[in-house]
């Protein structure tokens, strides 16, 4: 099965950077599509960043111009890297997959469509 394992959450200062990684296994990883989704204390998970087997991204608005998304087909890595962190930031961060064949555009920032998981990574952002 599908295994994920996240990496890289801290706590930082308002403005500064962090970069997330998931590592993936049991799986052919060029054939799956990717996501970052994101909880914050007392809300519910969002869709923070996506991106297709065909390298095709997508992001939620909030996090547009300061986040990117990126995959290293070579070593079934995903990373986000973090930019001009702000306090709303602030969440408990995993990353999802889902089999989406070679070539695949599929983006979707729905959690409900990934059934495989990692366990999260804290970030927090202080103001």
């Known amino acids: 099965q599908v295994r994920l394992v996240e990496s890289g959450g801290d706590s930082v200062q308002s403005g500064g950077s962090l970069r997330l990684s998931c590592a993936a296994s049991g799986y052919i990883y060029s054939y799956l599509c990717m996501g970052w989704f994101r909880q914050a204390p007392g809300k519910e998970r969002e869709g923070v960043a996506t991106i297709g087997s065909d390298m095709t991204t997508r992001y939620a608005d909030s996090v547009k111009g300061r986040f990117t998304i990126s995959r290293d087909n070579s070593k079934s890595t995903l990373r986000l890297q973090m930019n001009s962190l702000k306090p709303e930031d602030t969440a408990m961060y995993y990353c999802?997959?889902?089999?989406?064949?070679?070539?695949?555009?599929?983006?979707?920032?729905?959690?409900?469509?990934?059934?495989?998981w990692g366990q999260g990574t804290q970030v927090t952002v202080s103001s």
């Open positions: 999802a997959a889902r089999a989406c064949g070679s070539g695949s555009s599929w983006n979707s920032l729905e959690d409900w469509r990934y059934p495989h």
